[in-house]
């Protein structure tokens, strides 16, 4: 695969992966500032709780991106 196809290719993962936690990171805001307007939530303590496991999981897929793929090349 050329290199620059694989680089386009991590890149659009990378890029997945940070508007996850983008999207994320505007729900728990809301959830913060407007609880009570987030009538199918009625457990917003939940639903915070799958947003941050959301970013987290995020969080481990551009780790994994970058720790063996990035700075291992082709290993």
């Known amino acids: 695969m050329s290199c620059d196809l ?3 290719m991590l890149d659009a993962l990378r890029a997945n992966a940070e508007g ?3 999207k994320a990171k505007a729900n728990v805001e809301i959830y913060l500032h407007h609880p009570v307007g ?3 939530h009625p457990d917003v303590l939940a639903a915070i709780q799958e947003q941050l496991d959301i970013i987290a999981h995020a969080e481990e897929r551009i780790e994994a991106i970058e720790n ?3 700075t291992h090349e082709h290993n």
Do not use: A
Request: hydrophobic letters at 25%; aromatic letters at 16%; charged letters at 40%.
């Open 20 to 22: 996850d936690i983008k």
């Open 68 to 70: 063996y793929f990035r």
């Open 6 to 8: 694989r680089n386009n």
């Open 38 to 40: 987030i009538g199918e």
